[in-house]
């Protein structure tokens, strides 16, 4: 190998390494802004329970209640989800984001969609495409599945 080989060698590993520290510096910072989100969520996740069901007397069976409440919840769980997955990629376990991961929080995100879903107000339509995208998610999740155990 030559010293010029060696050179370009060296040059583009120190470009990448200058890119793995911006990578995680940007997922560090995406963590700090998910934390916050974090934090104003459970406040009002906290604040709804207080003033719904304490002080309010409302009965927690009650469909707008139970939206409203674990909606909430569930906004709560994807954005940990957020949070954790981001840790791989700060403490360098992961370069990337596991698209697996992208998928399943995709699946929770309609979850809670279909939780809070106001079946007086929704269209056909707008029910069949929700269907059509969990559908699609799962199959996606599925094929992703398959080919990890593959390998």
Known sequence: ?????KET?????????YYRKFESFIALLLTIIIIIIVVVAITRLAYSVYSMLLVGMKDPLDHKVFQ?????IITLLIA?????TLQYVVTRQQSIIQTTVVVLIAILALARKFIILDLD????TEIIGLAAATLALGLTYLIL???RSNY
């Open 9 to 17: 060698i060296k040059s583009a590993s120190a470009v990448h390494s």
């Open 1 to 5: 190998m030559s010293d010029s080989e």
């Open 68 to 72: 409203t409440i674990f909606g909430e």
């Open 80 to 84: 940990l989800e957020f949070s954790h």
């Open 121 to 124: 107000k929704v269209s056909a």
């Open 145 to 147: 599945k398959s080919k």
